[in-house]
């Protein structure tokens, strides 16, 4: 079946580092995949989403690009603030035909920046 | 822009006992969903409709029911809580296309005594 892999629960920052989240999926169908971000107490909101091969998508100072040769979709931002402390997921939605907008999540990563 | 509201924030229950969440959007979406979130665990989708009256089960549908009697609103029920139980149930809503974004409420809290 399909699957999203975040490999870290966990990523602890300083202030001003980069930033790097592990996003890998498999899948025998063609796909979106979409990065979601959830603050304290808040409910889950997309941050990026792509189909393309090898093209950077750009959203709120985070990009990713996707890697079908690799099946990764990482996400990045040149420079950790404190307000990106959150919960992220990696989603896959896939197309069967049968086109229900149905994600498999990942099961997330915890983003802690600290001055 | 819409907006998803989910009732109640928080809701505590007694073993054994049957619960009903319930969710309302006004997107005007075909598609919504109810997942459970465990820490650690991601998003686990219980139940999925593609449209009114419409049923579909997810990863985690045992001990669960959920009924879409209008396009607007989509309602879970834990049919007999279990003990210890602590999650969060986060509603979503989409058009009907794997293209197309989630959007989420804001989660009812839930914890069986």
């Known amino acids: 079946g399909d699957s999203v892999t975040q490999t870290e629960g966990l990523v602890t920052l300083t202030e001003g580092l980069p930033v790097m989240l592990n996003c890998t999926y498999q899948t025998a169908y063609s796909t979106f995949l979409f990065w979601y971000v959830q603050h304290l107490n808040e409910a889950p909101k997309l941050l990026l989403k792509?189909?393309?091969?090898?093209k950077r998508t750009e959203h709120q100072g985070f990009h990713a690009t996707l890697h079908k040769s690799s099946s990764s979709f990482h996400l990045q931002k040149s420079s950790a603030q404190l307000s990106d402390s959150a919960l992220y997921y990696c989603?896959?939605?896939?197309?069967?035909?049968?086109?229900?907008?149905?994600?498999?999540f990942g099961h997330g990563t915890i983003l802690r920046v600290h001055p | 822009g819409g907006i998803i509201t989910q009732t109640p924030k928080f809701l505590i229950g007694q073993e054994g006992q049957k619960l009903t969440l319930k969710c309302q959007q006004n997107f005007n979406h075909d598609t919504m969903y109810w997942y459970r979130q465990d820490s650690g665990k991601g998003l686990r989708l219980i139940y999925y409709?593609?449209?009114?009256?419409?049923?579909q089960k997810g990863d985690l549908s045992e001990g669960y029911d959920a009924s879409r009697e209008k396009k607007s609103s989509f309602s879970l029920t834990v049919t007999s809580a279990q003990k210890n139980e602590m999650a969060v149930f986060l509603c979503?809503?989409?058009?009907?296309?794997?293209?197309?974004?989630?959007?989420f409420g804001p989660g009812t809290r839930l914890t069986v005594l």
């Open positions: 409709s593609i449209t009114e009256n419409d049923l």
């Open positions: 979503a809503s989409s058009w009907w296309a794997y293209s197309y974004e989630q959007y």
């Open positions: 792509s189909s393309t091969d090898n």
């Open positions: 989603a896959l939605s896939v197309n069967t035909g049968a086109n229900t907008g149905k994600l498999t």
